[in-house]
């Protein structure tokens, strides 16, 4: 059932517990997220970049999504545009029929982000769509910072409580100290999780940690053991998520991981087998390990058994 984000994550945020937004390039990646969801009894939010959209087009991920939402109408499932860059392209996307968007204009002064993230919300909400924002800036936080250049990247909790009055955002994604891809930490991960608690108190809106895959000990191995690299990198160790789920986080992002256990496996097969050319040798174990992958995190999330 293809239902608006925000009808998805405000139950998240009443009964205190968080959805996986799973990113999506093409139909393997999408079919193993909704045979998740369905052995898991999940509601998702599958998750379209602007680069991802460039790839296959907006239409092609709609029409895709709501086949696979006809064949499980059972769960709760929202198409959503992640880290929109313009107004424009959140415009197209809720053409094409997504029902959630994210205007990331983080990087833009706050009264210009503000602005933005207003004029998307007018425009979404007159049609039922969820909207996303975020404020503060998204990048690794090393254990030797100074304190004024941390706080510079991290979210501040009075302009949260402004922004989201002002802008009627239905779901805010503070900076508190993730960062996006593989190469998140150099020394130990930090999560500022006070701070996500003040946000919460002061907004009273679900959440969103972006950055959160936490590439696993079984993921890591399996790609560096078919030849991958990735560079003594840490992800977010599901510890970390439990704890931000019960500071207020309800929706959290996956898309390295995904990929990174997508490619343990292709590689294996290319390895095992050189003379191997039937995709489906490749894709289909791949997707398997994305669906383990994913029903773990499900579990940790505790989306789990909410349909």
Do not use: W
């Not at 937004?21 to 909704?34: D, G, Q, T, W």
């Not at 150099?186 to 590439?215: C, M, N, W, Y």
């Not at 030849?227 to 599901?238: A, I, Q, W």
């Amino acid at each position: 059932m293809l239902i608006s984000g925000a009808e998805i994550l405000n139950k998240a945020h009443k009964e205190g517990y968080a959805v996986g937004a799973f990113n999506v390039n093409n139909f393997e990646m999408l079919r193993a997220i909704f045979e998740s969801a369905h052995e898991m009894s999940s509601p998702i939010i599958v998750e379209a970049s602007e680069g991802a959209i460039k790839y296959a087009g907006a239409d092609m991920l709609y029409q895709m999504t709501k086949i696979l939402s006809d064949k499980y109408p059972h769960i709760p499932v929202a198409l959503h545009l992640d880290h929109g860059t313009t107004v424009e392209s959140c415009i197209q996307v809720i053409r094409a029929g997504f029902t959630s968007v994210m205007i990331d204009a983080s990087h833009d002064s706050f009264a210009e982000n503000l602005a933005k993230t207003k004029a998307v919300v007018d425009i979404a909400h007159s049609v039922n769509v969820g909207v996303e924002a975020e404020l503060g800036r998204l990048m690794g936080i090393e254990d030797n910072i100074v304190v004024a250049e941390r706080d510079a990247v991290l979210v501040n909790v009075k302009e949260a409580e402004e922004f989201v009055k002002k802008t009627r955002v239905d779901y805010l994604a503070p900076a508190i100290g993730t960062s996006h891809g593989a190469f998140k930490f150099k020394g130990e991960p930090k999560l500022d999780f006070q701070r996500l608690q003040d946000v919460k108190k002061v907004t009273d809106i679900p959440l969103v940690l972006h950055g959160a895959s936490s590439i696993p000990d079984e993921v890591r191995k399996a790609f560096e053991g078919t030849g991958g690299d990735l560079k003594g990198s840490k992800g977010v160790p599901f510890a970390f998520l439990t704890e931000a789920i019960k500071g207020g986080i309800n929706k959290v992002n996956t898309d390295t991981d995904l990929r990174i256990a997508f490619m343990a496996e292709v590689r294996r097969v290319a390895n095992e087998n050189n003379s191997e050319f039937d995709l489906r040798k490749f894709f289909i174990p791949a997707m398997d390990s994305v669906k383990s992958l994913i029903k773990k995190r499900m579990a940790v999330l505790g989306s789990a058994g909410k349909i």
